[in-house]
């Protein structure tokens, strides 16, 4: 009954690194997101996609970038991973009602 | 962009209905009000959402004011396993931005 799937649960990463989250999602969906969330901070999001090969800024695009080649797969990708990025990262997918993964608790030591 | 707001923190006694308050006094026709619950270590559930007329389903109620203004999200019965950040939506005005939402505790 999985609907959104994210690659990883857990990822530590060196400074530096170039480090790609994926999130596949077998609902057909057109809409897809990316969040980080880190205690105090609540949820943000970071990139979102309304179509393949569309994306659009979140509210904290800064340091990530997106791709979306394919309808169900949205990846994430840190070009050069820094240890701020340290958080727990959600991706999204949803028509009406939305989905979420279990999310990527990602660690850049 | 529409907006909503939320209480930051409720309580409740297990097995007593809860009504969480969401207000969006900017709500534009079209929007759609989506709640969502996040449960301690997990991503984020869908929880319900309706345009105007209440709705219900085996989660919850949702009780939309006849302006649209503000809405409320009714547990008939707390349980703990309720226990969780409760969020309130507009889609797609808001873009599926989330706020701090309300976190409920309840009450053994």
């Known amino acids: 009954d999985v609907k959104v799937t994210q690659s990883s649960r857990y990822l530590v990463k060196r400074t530096g690194e170039k480090v790609f989250l994926e999130c596949v999602q077998d609902m057909d969906h057109e809409n897809m997101f990316w969040y980080r969330q880190d205690p105090g901070l609540g949820l943000r999001l970071i990139y979102f996609?309304?179509?393949?090969?569309?994306?659009e800024k979140g509210d904290i695009p800064e340091g990530y970038s997106v791709s979306r080649e394919k309808k169900e797969r949205f990846s994430l990708i840190l070009e050069s991973a820094s240890t701020n990025q340290t958080s727990m990262y959600l991706c999204?997918?949803?028509?009406?009602?939305?989905?979420f993964g279990q999310g990527t608790r990602l660690t850049v030591v | 962009d529409a907006k909503t707001t939320q209480p930051n923190s409720m309580e409740s006694n297990e097995e007593e209905p809860v009504h969480l308050p969401c207000n969006h006094s900017t709500i534009s026709g079209t929007d759609y009000i989506h709640w969502y619950r996040q449960l301690p270590s997990q991503g984020p559930e869908y929880v319900i959402h309706?345009?105007?007329s209440n709705v219900n389903n085996r989660m919850a109620s949702l009780a939309i004011a006849e302006d649209r203004k503000s809405s409320t999200l009714i547990l008939h019965r707390a349980t703990l396993r309720d226990a969780a950040v409760y969020y309130c939506?507009?889609?797609?005005?808001?873009?599926?931005?989330f706020g701090p939402g309300t976190r409920l505790s309840v009450l053994p």
């Open positions: 309706g345009l105007t």
């Open positions: 999204a997918s949803r028509r009406n009602e939305a989905f």
């Open positions: 939506n507009l889609l797609p005005g808001q873009n599926f931005v």
């Open positions: 996609s309304y179509d393949v090969k569309m994306k």
